[in-house]
């Protein structure tokens, strides 16, 4: 029997299997659940939107049972009841000889301990007063058999894998933090033997460099926070890239970072502007919900 796909993305029902703290400031969930099958990963920065509950719940309370209509009501939820949403990048997928199936998220975890809500000891290379995120302290806490949702792709080929280099491309350029080191790990895991690739990849301690293989031709520079590295934007203004005829840039991780590294490559160093692929995965100050709302009403005022 077939089963016909009528949107590229579906939620999915998750269970936590096990969790690993890859690094000080990394921590990887593994999910399990009986639907995961259908899970169409499309590889590189293929990111989800992942549902949370709030302290307390059994499981995130999205109102699933209204089909399309699932957003609008779960807006029209009370704060503390509707599940918390936050986007992230699947890491992993695999299919196991048992016949389950599980994906792989890693969570940068962030806010101080001292502050209401956090939860880790990274403390000492994050320098501003914010509470952890509650994404950041569920993943913190995660343990097998809490529950989850995402809203994932159901077609592989779908609008949430960003990173689309032309085929003509003879040098992809590479710029993340920590919160897009599981997307550059995918990305690099994705291309062919030979290409040429620059990345740097800022994290916020020395153990949370990790080993990314490729086949790719990768120079990786890290850079870390606590060694007080200079930032991404600056390094990037002194680095020297290899002359070629199609380059191709990802950057992803804080707006202004990301902004400010897009402005040079395009503005500085002449990068066609439609071969630039840049995503703000977070801003300083704001959480998710605050960047969402924040969009829709830029919507609205542009209509
Ligand atoms: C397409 C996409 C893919 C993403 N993939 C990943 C991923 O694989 N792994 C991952 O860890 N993150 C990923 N992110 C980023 C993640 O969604 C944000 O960091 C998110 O804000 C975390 O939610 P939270 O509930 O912990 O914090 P929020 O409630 O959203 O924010 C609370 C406060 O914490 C600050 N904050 C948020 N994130 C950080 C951070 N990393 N460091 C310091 N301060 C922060 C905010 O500015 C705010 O002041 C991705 C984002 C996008 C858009």
Same mark, same amino acid.
């Given at each position: 029997?077939?089963?016909?796909?009528t949107?590229?993305?579906? /939620? /999915? #029902?998750?269970?936590?299997v096990?969790?690993?703290?890859?690094?000080?400031?990394?921590?990887?969930?593994?999910f399990?659940?009986?639907?995961?099958?259908?899970?169409?990963c499309?590889?590189?920065?293929?990111?989800?939107?992942?549902?949370?509950?709030?302290?307390?719940?059994p499981?995130?309370?999205?109102?699933?049972?209204?089909?399309?209509?699932?957003?609008?009501?779960?807006?029209?939820?009370p @704060?503390?009841?509707?599940?918390v949403?936050?986007?992230?990048?699947?890491?992993?997928?695999?299919?196991?000889?048992?016949?389950?199936?599980?994906?792989?998220?890693? /969570?940068a975890?962030?806010?101080r301990?001292?502050?209401?809500?956090?939860?880790?000891?990274?403390?000492?290379?994050?320098?501003e007063?914010? #509470?952890?995120?509650?994404?950041s302290?569920?993943?913190?806490?995660a343990?097998p058999g @809490?529950?989850?949702?995402?809203?994932?792709?159901?077609v592989?080929?779908?609008?949430?894998?960003? /990173?689309?280099?032309?085929?003509d491309? @003879?040098?992809?350029?590479l710029?993340?933090?920590?919160?897009? &080191?599981?997307?550059?790990?995918?990305?690099?895991?994705?291309?062919?033997?030979? &290409?040429?690739?620059?990345?740097w990849?800022?994290v916020?301690?020395?153990?949370?460099?990790?080993?990314?293989s490729?086949?790719?031709?990768?120079?990786i520079t890290?850079?870390?926070?606590?060694?007080?590295?200079?930032?991404? @934007?600056?390094?990037?203004?002194?680095a020297? &890239?290899?002359?070629t005829a199609? #380059?191709?840039?990802?950057?992803?991780?804080?707006?202004?970072?990301?902004?400010s590294?897009?402005?040079?490559?395009?503005?500085?160093?002449?990068?066609?502007?439609?071969?630039?692929?840049?995503v703000?995965?977070?801003?300083?100050g704001?959480?998710?919900?605050? &960047?969402?709302a924040?969009?829709?009403?830029?919507?609205?005022?542009?209509?």
């Amino acid at each position: 029997m077939t089963t016909a796909v009528t949107s590229p993305f579906r /939620f /999915f #029902p998750l269970h936590v299997v096990r969790t690993m703290r890859l690094s000080p400031s990394l921590v990887r969930v593994t999910f399990g659940g009986a639907e995961l099958d259908a899970f169409a990963c499309g590889g590189r920065d293929q990111s989800v939107s992942l549902f949370l509950p709030h302290p307390g719940q059994p499981e995130p309370v999205v109102p699933v049972e209204e089909g399309d209509g699932w957003w609008r009501a779960w807006r029209q939820l009370p @704060d503390g009841v509707r599940a918390v949403m936050r986007s992230y990048t699947v890491r992993g997928q695999r299919h196991n000889p048992d016949g389950s199936s599980e994906i792989d998220i890693d /969570f940068a975890l962030h806010g101080r301990p001292d502050a209401p809500g956090a939860t880790h000891t990274t403390a000492t290379v994050l320098r501003e007063a914010v #509470p952890a995120g509650p994404a950041s302290r569920w993943a913190a806490r995660a343990s097998p058999g @809490d529950r989850a949702l995402v809203l994932g792709p159901a077609v592989a080929d779908n609008s949430a894998v960003r /990173f689309r280099p032309p085929a003509d491309t @003879d040098l992809v350029v590479l710029c993340a933090d920590e919160t897009a &080191l599981p997307a550059v790990a995918g990305i690099l895991e994705s291309l062919p033997p030979g &290409l040429r690739v620059r990345a740097w990849c800022e994290v916020p301690c020395d153990a949370d460099r990790q080993d990314l293989s490729t086949r790719a031709d990768a120079h990786i520079t890290w850079l870390v926070r606590e060694t007080g590295a200079p930032r991404l @934007d600056t390094t990037l203004r002194d680095a020297q &890239l290899p002359a070629t005829a199609a #380059p191709y840039a990802w950057v992803a991780g804080e707006s202004s970072q990301v902004k400010s590294v897009r402005r040079h490559l395009v503005g500085e160093r002449g990068f066609d502007r439609g071969r630039v692929t840049f995503v703000g995965y977070w801003r300083r100050g704001l959480s998710e919900e605050q &960047l969402r709302a924040e969009a829709e009403a830029a919507r609205a005022a542009a209509a």
